[in-house]
């Protein structure tokens, strides 16, 4: 500014009446004028009991002055708001109501993790883990592979099946229980998990070609969810009572009963004292494409009782032993009564409860005509007896000696009923003659001769 003003933002100000001038600080400014930079901003914004911005303002100061720009929501000349006051409440609402849905969500995943993590080590998952060639799948996996579960394909005492692809392309059957797993029990977490590993383990090891295949499991889960080869043909519950098959040959059914008493017998030797299957019934024997017989759900009723503490059955109670009813002990000679049941329905082609209403009993009128007539030939499926207009009388004493064996595997005794190995004894036989009196569909006659060798 030069002369006595020495402060760059000060001005010169004329004396009245006289020669002269004074200094000022120039406007937005205040100070000394006269000493170098005396004269200093002034900051409006902050200046008590002063508001230089009108409303929907705010006041941001600059060099020698300051700027009223609109507030945040506000544009225009009059800063009006961008959105009227009722949709800035909703706007507001909807955003506050998300974050807390989102808030909720992440809650909601980290307890599911949790829970998937304490499932996963009270299963025993860290010893499964590693254990040889036991495939241990997580639950997205199980989602990916089931399409999130879309494919019902069976139900039972167990739980729900359903349909699945892994990711090399196998087709599987994914076994999920339907107990809640909501909460983790008190029982000795360690020793529950050996359980479960010690029933996995054997399910996966042994193997027996019917005995449908343990591929996996997944043990992020109350109950772990098993994974089973998928066997294509169905159940034999399905395949007598509902199936197209009108015609099933008695070798057809001999080969079907032979294969799941091995498979049975073969669980009964094996593994500890009490190692049963638990739901034998027909719907648990499974069909391949050549109606080769794979028994299903064995140790599923274990896995069960090893989550409720106690040793208990999981089955079709019209199946069930009905000395378990009272003595509440399942014993090896308890599968043998539930497959003298299934063997009743193979040659009789009934249910076990059947007739209008279901109000007959199957095995009770079959040994009830045992006894009055010496056989059940009265109950015998036509279709296993006759082939045209002619039958095979051997063929008829062949199914009086089957009968009688399941009549023996329903004795209320357990010490009067045969072991499964027993009956796989005489099912073979059976199976070996039958397998010489095959004929074909449009045959007139049996082969007698050949019947004479059955049984």
Same mark, same amino acid.
Not at 152 to 177: E, H, N, P, W, Y
């Given at each position: 500014?030069?002369?006595?003003? !020495? ?7 004329? !004396? ?61 000349? $009059?800063?009006? #708001?961008?959105? #009227?006051?009722?949709?800035?409440? /909703? ?16 809650? $909601? ?11 996963? @080590? ?25 399409? =999130?579960?879309?494919?019902? %394909? ?12 892994? @990711? ?9 229980? %339907? ?5 983790? $029990?008190?029982? @000795? ?6 359980? %479960? ?10 193997? =027996? ?14 109950? #772990? &969810?098993? !994974? ?6 169905g159940n034999l519950y399905n395949l007598l009572h509902f199936g197209t098959h009108k015609e099933l040959p008695l070798p057809t059914r001999l080969k079907i009963a032979t294969g799941s008493a091995e498979a049975l017998a073969y669980i009964h030797s094996h593994g500890d004292d009490?190692?049963? $299957?638990?739901? /034998? ?24 009782? &090893? ?12 199946? !069930?032993?009905? /000395? ?6 399942? &014993?090896?000679?308890?599968? &043998? ?9 193979? %040659? ?11 109000? =007959? ?25 006759? =082939?045209?207009?002619?039958?095979c009388h051997h063929c008829i004493e062949c199914l009086d000696k089957i009968g009688a064996l399941a009549v023996r595997c329903l004795k209320e005794d357990v010490d009067e009923r045969p072991t499964m190995a027993d009956v796989v004894d005489e099912l073979r036989q059976a199976a070996q003659g039958a397998e010489k009196c095959k004929h074909h569909v449009n045959s007139v006659a049996y082969d007698r001769s050949c019947c004479l060798e059955v049984c």
């Amino acid at each position: 500014m030069g002369g006595a003003c !020495v402060s760059p933002n000060s001005t010169r100000v004329n !004396v009245r009446d006289g020669q002269g001038y004074l200094c000022n600080c120039s406007k937005g400014y205040e100070g000394n004028p006269y000493v170098k930079d005396g004269c200093k901003n002034i900051n409006e914004c902050q200046l008590p009991n002063f508001n230089p911005c009108t409303s929907g303002r705010n006041c941001k100061d600059t060099e020698g002055s300051y700027m009223c720009p609109c507030k945040f929501g506000r544009r225009g000349e $009059h800063c009006s #708001p961008i959105f #009227p006051a009722p949709a800035a409440a /909703v706007l507001a609402t909807t955003a506050a109501s998300l974050f807390l849905a989102l808030l909720l969500w992440f809650v $909601h995943k980290d307890r599911k993790r949790r829970m998937r993590t304490a499932f996963f @080590d009270k299963n025993g998952g860290k010893i499964l883990k590693g254990a040889a060639g036991i495939n241990i799948f997580t639950e997205k996996q199980l989602k990916k592979f089931t399409n =999130h579960y879309d494919t019902l %394909i069976g139900k039972g005492a167990f739980g729900l099946v359903f349909m699945g692809i892994t @990711d090399d392309k196998q087709r599987v059957a994914v076994k999920c229980s %339907i107990k809640e797993d909501k909460e983790l $029990h008190g029982r @000795d977490n360690l020793q529950q998990g050996e359980d %479960i590993v010690n029933e996995i383990t054997f399910q996966f090891r042994n193997r =027996h070609p019917n005995l449908v295949r343990l591929v996996g499991c997944c043990l992020e889960t109350n109950i #772990p &969810v098993l !994974v089973f080869e998928y066997i294509s043909n169905g159940n034999l519950y399905n395949l007598l009572h509902f199936g197209t098959h009108k015609e099933l040959p008695l070798p057809t059914r001999l080969k079907i009963a032979t294969g799941s008493a091995e498979a049975l017998a073969y669980i009964h030797s094996h593994g500890d004292d009490d190692r049963v $299957h638990g739901d /034998v019934k027909s719907a648990n024997i499974l069909l391949d494409e050549n109606l080769m017989p794979k028994v299903s759900d064995f140790g599923s009723s274990k896995l069960l009782s &090893v989550d409720r503490y106690a040793r208990a059955v999981a089955a079709d109670m019209i199946y !069930v032993d009905p /000395v378990y009813m009272k003595t509440e002990r399942f &014993v090896k000679k308890s599968d &043998v009564y539930s497959f003298g049941m299934v063997l009743l329905e193979l %040659i009789t082609r009934k249910t076990v409860k059947y007739g209008q209403n279901r109000i =007959h009993s199957l095995p009770m009128d079959f040994v009830r005509s045992c006894k009055e007539k010496g056989n059940g030939r009265e109950m015998y499926d036509i279709a296993i007896l006759s =082939h045209g207009d002619t039958q095979c009388h051997h063929c008829i004493e062949c199914l009086d000696k089957i009968g009688a064996l399941a009549v023996r595997c329903l004795k209320e005794d357990v010490d009067e009923r045969p072991t499964m190995a027993d009956v796989v004894d005489e099912l073979r036989q059976a199976a070996q003659g039958a397998e010489k009196c095959k004929h074909h569909v449009n045959s007139v006659a049996y082969d007698r001769s050949c019947c004479l060798e059955v049984c």
